[in-house]
């Protein structure tokens, strides 16, 4: 975009420019859908975001299908993977997700309402169950069964990594173009193709002005010439050019009933009980206060209503903002009206807040 910027690109004679701002493809795909905040272009990792933007009733136009080559995968440890081979014979996509229901490897995967990656895994596996419905009462079936042996739902890469360096994970999601740049993981872990390409296709949003649809071809554009693509080479885009997909795009309806699916599935037979601990002193005034709310009402979005949920603040003293209950619609409104409500100041009373959940926890 800098380059694009300072390289003198003009609609009728007149300077243009473009600005870029850089969230996950789940949370702009959020913002978008819920009027929050609509760009002029959207360039999510893959092609389910813009199926899910079109069935929420979004007007897309699929410009460009791809402007910088990547793939998505399952990186397991080569010793898990040679164990793996002599019982599947090829390790693929498939083999992964037998060897998961089969309690014979530990596999995490991200969140599919915010990881381009999380959702694309969920959608192959569900496939893998019913390539003709992957939705259908029978995926569903051995979905739960695959939730079983699912460690965790990890939030970001970092935190699956980390599992995984320190042995309690044999395998975990990454994109090409990370573990490409990760010396450390190539030497250990060997990186298993699956679900649909992650090539940044992009969408024009609404109904773009001329001089605004302009901008975006030249931009488009830009991003295909050869330095551009050079330049992605060098960041470890556009490797595994021989890799496609074997299944098919799944449709925005499909995509939303599988999320939904992994909502009430995920915690497999097992169920959930937790306490939120918010930081409200006054070191959390302005923005760190606000970032809190927005995590905390975000995560309102992915909780079943079978889960029991609380909440608990500190500053200078604890307060139990919501006793732990059933997370349903009454228990959610609480929720709610207290993340609103939140207000810094004060010290900073941690001990006695994770002592105060901790024994909620145990009572319930």
Same mark, same amino acid.
């Given at each position: ?28 795909? %959020? ?16 092609? =389910?975001?813009?199926?899910? =933007? ?30 793996? /081979? ?50 259908? %009462? ?51 872990? %060997? ?16 109904? =773009? ?119 349903? /619609? ?35």
């Amino acid at each position: 975009a800098n380059k694009f910027n300072s390289s003198g690109a003009t609609v009728d004679g007149t300077p243009i420019s473009v600005g870029v701002r850089s969230i996950s493809s789940g949370l702009a795909t %959020d913002f978008i859908s819920s009027g929050k905040y609509v760009p002029d272009v959207f360039a999510p990792s893959n092609e =389910l975001w813009g199926n899910i =933007l079109e069935e929420k009733g979004v007007k897309t136009n699929l410009v460009e299908k791809g402007i910088a080559g990547n793939v998505a995968g399952v990186v397991i440890s080569k010793d898990k993977k040679n164990e793996l /081979s002599k019982k599947y014979n090829e390790v693929n996509s498939q083999a992964i997700i037998n060897a998961v229901l089969n309690n014979e490897i530990s596999v995490a995967y991200t969140d599919p309402y915010s990881s381009s990656t999380g959702l694309n895994f969920l959608l192959t596996t569900l496939y893998s169950f019913d390539n003709s419905n992957p939705v259908s %009462d029978n995926a569903v079936s051995q979905f739960k069964k695959f939730q079983q042996n699912i460690p965790f739902t990890a939030y970001n890469t970092l935190q699956m990594k980390e599992s995984a360096q320190s042995g309690s994970l044999d395998g975990f999601l990454l994109e090409y173009q990370t573990y490409v740049n990760s010396p450390d993981l190539k030497a250990s872990y %060997d990186f298993i193709p699956f679900g649909v390409r992650h090539d940044g296709p992009i969408y024009e949003i609404g109904d =773009l002005t001329p001089i605004k649809k302009q901008i975006s071809d030249q931009f488009v554009q830009f991003c295909k010439t050869d330095d551009s693509q050079n330049l992605a080479t060098q960041k470890g885009f556009n490797n595994l050019k021989d890799y496609t997909y074997d299944g098919k795009l799944l449709d925005g309806k499909t995509i939303l009933k599988a999320q939904e699916i992994w909502k009430s599935e995920k915690t497999g037979s097992s169920g959930i009980t937790a306490v939120f601990v918010a930081d409200v002193s006054g070191s959390m005034e302005g923005s760190p206060l606000l970032k809190l709310k927005a995590s905390l009402n975000q995560a309102t979005n992915f909780i079943g209503s079978d889960a029991d949920v609380g909440f608990v603040t500190f500053s200078d003293e604890v307060n139990v903002a919501v006793p732990i209950a059933k997370f349903d /619609s009454t228990q959610k409104s609480y929720f709610s009206n207290a993340v609103k409500n939140l207000r810094a100041s004060g010290g900073t009373a941690m001990f006695d807040a994770i002592i105060v959940a901790e024994k909620m926890l145990m009572e319930a």
